[in-house]
């Protein structure tokens, strides 16, 4: 189980840090795949950013085209989260966003946090 926290109003310029708790699987353990979201209403999802798990060799890091070089994605293995963040926020930033974590095994989806950027 997935649960998304974070998302909050903020002015543009501000900073936004999300974060995924993952439950049932230590994520210190398994092998896997992390990508935060977004998406809003009537549009396609896009993809803000993706990790893999250090083991056994942790494959490149990768932003989406709208955040990048404003995006940070890690994971906290004592938390047992995945986090992003998101600096200089801009209105466009306004939509929900979600994280993704696939297993060998499964693929598990969170409910989602609004984020609002204020002009």
């Known amino acids: 189980q997935l649960v998304e926290s974070g998302g909050e109003t903020v002015q543009a310029g501000d900073s936004v840090r999300l974060t995924c708790a993952a439950s049932?699987?230590?994520?210190?353990?398994y092998k896997w795949t992390g990508r935060w979201y977004r998406q809003a209403p009537g549009k396609e999802r896009e993809?803000?950013?993706?990790?893999?798990?250090?083991?056994?060799?942790?494959?490149?890091?990768i932003y989406g085209e709208s955040v990048t070089g404003r995006s940070s994605i890690s994971e906290d293995n004592e938390k047992n989260t995945l986090e992003n963040q998101i600096d200089n926020g801009k209105p466009e930033d306004t939509v929900k966003y979600y994280c993704?974590?696939?297993?060998?095994?499964?693929?598990?989806w969170g409910q989602g946090t609004q984020v609002t950027v204020c002009p």
């Open positions: 993809l803000v950013a993706q990790l893999d798990s250090p083991r056994p060799g942790r494959g490149p890091t």
């Open positions: 993704n974590m696939e297993l060998k095994t499964e693929s598990n």
């Open positions: 049932g699987f230590p994520i210190r353990l």
